[in-house]
Nanobody, 123 residues
Framework: QVQLVESGGGLVQAGGSLRLSCAAS????????MGWFRQAPGKEREFVAA????????YYADSVKGRFTISRDNAKNTVYLQMNSLKPEDTGVYYC????????????????WGQGTLVTVSS
C-alpha cells in the first residue's frame, strides 16, 4: 500500500522560506520520478516541480523557477521542496506524488494522494 506523507508547511510572511518533506513508502517500482503539486483555494491542483530518480534532472513550473528547489534522498525514500522568496500566490496545499511527463506536462503517476501540507504566505 502506497503512503505519501507530506510535512513542513506553515504560515510565513512574503519573502520567507519553508522546506517541505515527503516520505514515501510502499512504492513497488524502483525507478520513478517524484513531483510536488499544489492546490490553491478554489483552484485545481497544479504541477510545481519534479525530480528524476537519480536526482540529476529537475523540472519546475515557470511560476517557481529560481525560487524553489526540489531534491531527494533515495536512501530515506524522501523528497524535499525548498521554497525561498515566497509570495502570497504560493499559498495552497502542497502534495507529493510519483510523477511522469506527458506531452502536456508533468502529471501525478499515482491516483492516491497524501493529506498534503498547508502553506500560507501572508503579504
Amino acid at each position: 500500500q502506497v503512503q505519501l506523507v507530506e510535512s513542513g508547511g506553515g504560515l510565513v510572511q512574503a519573502g520567507g522560506s519553508l522546506r517541505l518533506s515527503c516520505a514515501a513508502s510502499g512504492l513497488t517500482s524502483s525507478n520513478y520520478a517524484m513531483g510536488w503539486f499544489r492546490q490553491a483555494p478554489g483552484k485545481e491542483r497544479e504541477f510545481v516541480a519534479a525530480i528524476s530518480w537519480s536526482g540529476g534532472s529537475t523540472y519546475y513550473a515557470d511560476s517557481v523557477k529560481g525560487r524553489f528547489t526540489i531534491s531527494r534522498d533515495n536512501a530515506k525514500n524522501t523528497v524535499y521542496l525548498q521554497m525561498n522568496s515566497l509570495k502570497p500566490e504560493d499559498t495552497g496545499v502542497y502534495y507529493c506524488n510519483t510523477a511522469r511527463r506527458e506531452r502536456t506536462g508533468w502529471i501525478n503517476a499515482l491516483s492516491a494522494w497524501g493529506q498534503g501540507t498547508l502553506v500560507t504566505v501572508s503579504s
